[in-house]
């Protein structure tokens, strides 16, 4: 087994800056799914903190900076995980395992659903950020289809990129659902759209 060297961990000031920066990606997170990108402000979350706008400011210089840190922050989280998982067990083991996973992270679910919404407007600084983000997973489910299909977990006759937007779609809507009104089976229901998604109709 290969060993690897870990990478030393941040000392001294700047150990200090990473920690105070997360802090405020923390804050904002909360904030943003609260009030939303327009709804909430850099004062907010300074206060959040007990700190100055100033402080925050010297870490973000705009909110729209801070807004992006906080979305590849929530991003980043079980996204190696995923694809790595998709290829161990298939698209539908793999997929309501991250479904039951985010119900465990309901500020997170908030955040994309609010924000996602907002930035349905093209001047919203976050538009160009969701569109790419979308088309990245939209191909990574899409891609890992094909390979279930390769190896005969998913039938041959399934349109890989349709049933990707398909998924996406139907997650989006009962990922809403559940944020309005907690169900325990709403994991089970996003097992059974992925079933009618991924069977070969002609069966």
Same mark, same amino acid.
């Given at each position: 087994m290969t060993r690897t060297t870990p990478t030393p961990k941040p000392r001294g000031?700047?150990?200090? /800056?990473a920690r105070r920066q997360q802090d405020i990606i923390d804050a904002a997170t909360n904030v943003? @799914? /609260?009030?939303?990108?327009?709804?909430?402000?850099? *004062?907010?979350i300074a206060r959040t903190l007990g700190m100055s706008l100033t402080s925050v400011v010297h870490h973000f210089s705009t909110k729209s900076d801070l807004l992006i840190a906080v979305l590849e922050n929530a991003d980043h989280t079980g996204a190696d995980w995923l694809e790595d998982r998709m290829r161990e067990v298939g698209? *539908?083991?793999? &997929?309501?395992? &991250?479904?039951?996973s985010n119900f465990r992270r309901p500020e997170l679910l908030r955040l994309f /659903?609010? &924000?996602?919404?907002?930035?349905?407007?093209p001047d919203h600084p976050a538009h160009g950020w969701?569109? *790419?983000?979308?088309? *990245?997973?939209t191909s990574q489910i899409a891609e890992s289809i094909a390979e279930d299909q390769a190896i005969?977990?998913? @039938?041959?006759?399934?349109?890989?990129?349709? +049933?990707?937007? &398909?998924?996406? +779609?139907?997650w989006d809507g009962l990922q809403l659902q559940w944020l309005l009104t907690p169900d325990e089976q709403m994991g089970a229901s996003f097992e059974r759209i992925l079933a009618l998604i991924l069977t070969d109709a002609q069966r």
């Open positions: 000031p700047y150990a200090k /800056t943003f @799914a /609260t009030s939303g990108y327009h709804g909430g402000s850099l *004062r907010d698209v *539908r083991v793999a &997929l309501p395992e &991250l479904v039951e /659903t609010i &924000l996602s919404s907002e930035a349905s407007a969701f569109a *790419r983000r979308y088309s *990245r997973v005969g977990r998913v @039938a041959g006759s399934v349109d890989a990129p349709e +049933a990707a937007k &398909l998924i996406i +779609a139907a």
